[in-house]
């Protein structure tokens, strides 16, 4: 089992580019969760689908970030335009059918630096 | 608004001796409460506590639950230099987790 995939694993950008996360999830896992962790604010969840459906995107901070789930296997978190505050680590994980958050499994995380 | 609050943020110990992590919590439609290890990655996960009074280990590591205090703590054992890491405390609210700031452990050989 590949586990969650995340690309990239580090993002260096410019303040005012456009920054495209992607996250793989485990095959046949049918809930997906993006998360942002910084020093300041610890692990935040932005986003969460269930069967490729946003169920709750309470924690998006602002217009400027938006998610997709097109297919079961793939997410994207857009952010646009990107600011210098935007710098962190966010992390996608996928849960399994049965819905226990024991089974919430963590990808690598992106490591997305807004020079 | 949902709180999850960890203590402390941060501590060194030696090699061989015990750590107590704390976690409380003021949330509503409490579920359970997770403990996670993240080292330099993913936070991987270590327990899923729901009932009170009720240990779970897995090793050296254990945790607990009282329900009635809002609060977990998780016992690190002999511990060595692989158990440095971040600890995170979360509580799931319906679907979703809410996590603490997490206790940063350094063990020191």
């Known amino acids: 089992d590949a586990g969650v995939i995340q690309s990239p694993r580090h993002e260096v950008t410019e303040m005012g580019q456009e920054v495209t996360l992607r996250c793989k999830p485990i095959s046949g896992h049918n809930s997906l969760f993006w998360y942002r962790q910084t020093m300041m604010r610890g692990l935040e969840l932005l986003i969460y689908f269930n069967n490729n459906v946003p169920i709750d995107d309470s924690g998006m901070p602002e217009d400027r970030f938006s998610a997709k789930m097109p297919n079961a296997s793939f997410s994207t978190l857009k952010i646009q335009p990107s600011e210098p505050r935007d710098s962190a680590v966010y992390f996608c994980?996928?849960?399994?059918?049965?819905?226990?958050?024991?089974?919430?499994?963590f990808g690598p995380g992106t490591r997305l630096t807004v020079l | 608004e949902d709180k999850v609050v960890q203590s402390p943020l941060s501590l060194v110990v030696h090699e061989g001796d015990t750590v107590t992590l704390n976690c409380s919590y003021e949330?509503?439609?409490?579920?359970?409460l997770l403990w996670y290890k993240q080292e330099k990655k993913a936070p991987t996960f270590l327990f899923m506590l729901t009932s009170s009074g009720i240990e779970k280990k897995s090793g050296r590591l254990s945790s607990i639950l009282d329900k009635k205090e809002l609060s977990s703590i998780l016992n690190i054992t002999a511990t060595q230099t692989g158990d440095s890491a971040i600890y995170l405390c979360?509580?799931?609210?319906?679907?979703?987790?809410?996590f603490g700031a997490g206790t940063t452990v350094t063990v020191r050989a």
């Open positions: 979360a509580v799931e609210i319906d679907y979703k987790l809410s």
């Open positions: 949330v509503t439609n409490f579920r359970s």
């Open positions: 994980a996928s849960s399994s059918p049965t819905g226990a958050t024991d089974t919430q499994y």
